[in-house]
């Protein structure tokens, strides 16, 4: 049994009574997780942050007073803290739950309305489960990392066949990840791209309306049947498995979740590699876990060109590693260097290309 001095620490910030009675009856079940404190509103978790010293805050985004987004601007500005949000995303404001992750907050959580009593078990491994991830992030580094200066490395080698599909995956830190990426892609690129995020669904619509307000190409869910367009950017939707028919189609489907997750990251890869084959470029970004791991091998496998995030630069450097590990990885990219890498191989529809730097992995 974990001791009390070695438990993570937690603060909950959050104006409802009922809504902090709900988190610290599911965290109890945690003997790992220790809630040491909690406030009604931003200032108060301020006022309390030199006595309990927390190893994660767990904050609402709407609060009277100093709401989450200011606390999260003045928690990294004064006392960086791992901060998970915890909130519901069907207010008129919600984009602020993503404004939240900009401010450097690692990670969204939908917040529990009423504990059933057939659903406390995966409601309490859910959020355990995000607060260890969180607790294990360097936020001070993680704010410099994805804009640090990188030295001038080997260009890319040109791909094999045309690009013909960007597949990417992330899960935890990726939101942020993709927003650096998608934001740099030029209106003339020349590739569809199609990603798949770990994200609770109340989420999704929300993330795609806070990348596309800052991505210079079209952002949208796929739908089924549709063909892939060159410059737009396509999520697999809620609890939904995003793949290729023998078309190139996107066919949609809610069969089994695969190594836990619904979407996958391998399921549209593998998707990706049988399709598309060495005209496809697999990319997986920071997340906890292995999913993608396998699809990236697969593109691999099949001639494509791989890419993963590097250590430094990635919140959670889980999926990465996996992907590595297998041998999957052909080069691995600082984030900055990841959109510069896809431009090169993606090229334009003007018709000019960029070499990128990049690092091969052996």
Known sequence: MTSIDSAIRVLLVDDSPIALHILQRLLLRANDIQVVGTAADGKEALELLPTLNPDVIC?????????????????MATRPCPILVVSVSVEPDSLNVFRMLEAGAVDVYPKPRAILEADQDKLARELASKI???????????????TRDVPP??????????????????S???????????????????????????????????????????????????????????GVVY?????????FDQHGRFTLSDSAAYDGHRPSATVTLRSAARHFGAN???????????????????IALAGGVTIAQDEASSVVYGMPRAAAALGAV???????????????LAGNLDGKRYQPNSKDVA
């Open 280 to 298: 496809a470029v697999g990319v997986l970004l920071t997340g906890m876990g292995r999913d993608g791991a396998e699809g990236m091998a697969e």
């Open 330 to 344: 052909r080069h691995v990219l600082p984030l900055n260097q990841i959109a510069p890498a896809l431009i090169g």
């Open 132 to 146: 260890r991830i969180v607790a294990g992030v360097h936020v001070f580094r993680l704010q410099t990392a994805a």
């Open 235 to 243: 999520f697999a939707p809620e609890d939904t498995h995003l793949e």
């Open 59 to 75: 904050t609402d985004l709407h609060m009277p007073g100093m709401n989450g987004l200011e606390l999260t601007r003045a928690v």
């Open 172 to 230: 935890t830190g990726g939101p942020q990840a993709l927003r650096t990426i998608l934001s740099t892609l030029p209106a003339s690129f020349a590739a569809p791209v199609a990603c798949v995020q770990h994200i609770g669904n109340d989420f999704l619509a929300d993330l795609v309306l806070w990348l596309a307000e800052a991505c210079p190409l079209p952002v949208r869910k796929a739908s089924q049947g549709e063909i892939p367009r060159n």
């Open 153 to 170: 490395l080997q260009p890319l080698p040109s791909p094999a066949a045309p690009v013909k599909l960007i597949a990417i995956g992330a």
